[in-house]
């Protein structure tokens, strides 16, 4: 329980996985796939679970784990790749936090840094935290990465003063129409570290995989974390196909994957910051996309629940609204954010509480 006394955790899953769940709890070695979204902030509050899955609970099991994310996600995958000990994940998931807690950037009083100076001061400290490591996350014994980003097309195949707001435009009025057509404005490129193949298919919007390697390590990362109009597109990421890439959650903000085709009884454990796994980012405001799917039958989602967050600063998952409501004040920010990382350490004992359990009764997605 909270200090508030609230649930914090909330189980979830879909129809195949909420039945083995009632049957026989849930267990290290049934873990195949884990799905990490964009968002920003809001992931901030899932540190503490990632230290213990990661450092203690999957280290129980054999079976290789693909680890799957997107811009903030993808920042959490690669640091769950460094580590070998509980001891050497708890100290890379905790800086991961402190490093983003407390990221500034200059820009004049009450205004937004530059695309340019974000995007040269994010590549800095991913260089602190990753550089020399790079082989390290690439060859993890158990664990496989696979970072989601977004190429441009057309008119979207080069960043620009005019080019890239006009080619959002496109891009979101192709997605109005269908998800697909948003394929001719932006498809997806998975870089993936060597070893065992990505084992969820690709076929649901226009894809390309590229091999994960210590030369295109970092520029695939920032890649996946690159917002468009807060950071600037990388161009031309070696061993993938030439153009401007972004943020992998513009087409894959919470990897709305089809998980169920996947070879084999395994299941899907996804940390989540809420209920609903969106397709894309255009999609945030189209309700009718936030259902689940039967992509999702094998899926456990691990959630907050909405009491709980409501406990929290501001009574809400810190994001990045928060920029400006904090304004200049980065201390108040940071503590803000602190506080709800060290909230969050109920998500994590629940977690490990329910899996002590001989059954779940998981809600649905």
């Known amino acids: 329980m909270s200090s508030s006394g609230q649930q914090a955790l909330q ?23 884990v799905p990490a979204a964009a968002g920003g902030p809001k992931g901030l509050i899932l540190g503490p679970l990632d230290q213990y899955l990661f450092g203690d609970w999957l280290a129980r099991s054999a079976q290789q784990v693909h680890l799957l994310g997107a811009s903030i996600g993808a920042w959490r995958m690669a640091t769950a790749c460094l580590g070998r000990s509980s001891a050497e994940a708890q100290r890379d998931f905790d800086r991961l936090a402190h490093d983003y807690v407390n990221q500034r950037y ?3 009083p009450g205004k937004m840094p530059k695309a340019k100076d974000v995007s040269r001061g994010f590549a800095a400290n991913l260089g602190e935290f ?5 082989s390290l996350a690439l060859t993890h014994p158990r664990y496989r990465l696979h970072l989601f980003t977004s190429r441009g097309r057309h008119l979207l195949g080069r960043e620009g003063r005019l ?3 006009l080619g959002y ?7 109005l129409l269908k998800r697909r057509a948003m394929g001719a404005w932006l498809d997806r490129v998975v870089f993936s570290a060597p070893g065992e193949a990505l084992p969820v298919p690709l076929h649901d919007y226009r894809s390309h995989s590229a091999a994960l390697t210590t030369q295109n390590f970092q520029p695939a990362l920032l890649a996946s974390c690159s917002i468009p109009f807060w950071l ?15 943020d992998g959650g513009i087409t894959d903000y919470h990897l709305h994957l089809n998980y169920a085709a996947m070879a084999g009884e395994g299941l899907v454990l996804y940390p989540h910051f809420q ?12 309700k009718s996309r936030h259902r689940a799917s039967a992509f999702l039958d094998n899926v456990v989602l691990l959630a907050p629940s909405p009491a709980w967050i409501k406990t929290l600063p501001l009574g809400k998952l810190p994001d990045r609204g928060d920029f400006q409501h904090y304004g200049d004040g980065v201390s108040a920010r940071a503590t803000a954010w602190l506080r709800a990382i060290a909230e969050s350490q109920r998500l994590r004992d629940e977690f490990a509480q329910a899996c002590e359990q001989p059954s779940i009764q998981a809600l649905p997605l």
């Open 11 to 33: 189980i979830y899953a879909g129809p195949r996985a909420r039945a083995r769940l009632a049957e026989r709890g849930l267990r290290p070695e049934d873990i195949r796939v």
């Open 106 to 108: 200059d820009s004049l």
């Open 130 to 134: 990753f550089g020399g490591r790079e």
């Open 163 to 165: 080019r890239t707001p």
């Open 169 to 175: 435009t496109g891009a979101f009025m192709a997605n």
């Open 232 to 246: 600037q597109a990388v161009h031309d990421i070696p061993g993938a196909p030439r153009g401007a890439y972004w």
């Open 275 to 286: 209920q609903q796994v969106i397709p894309g980012w255009l999609d945030k405001a189209l």
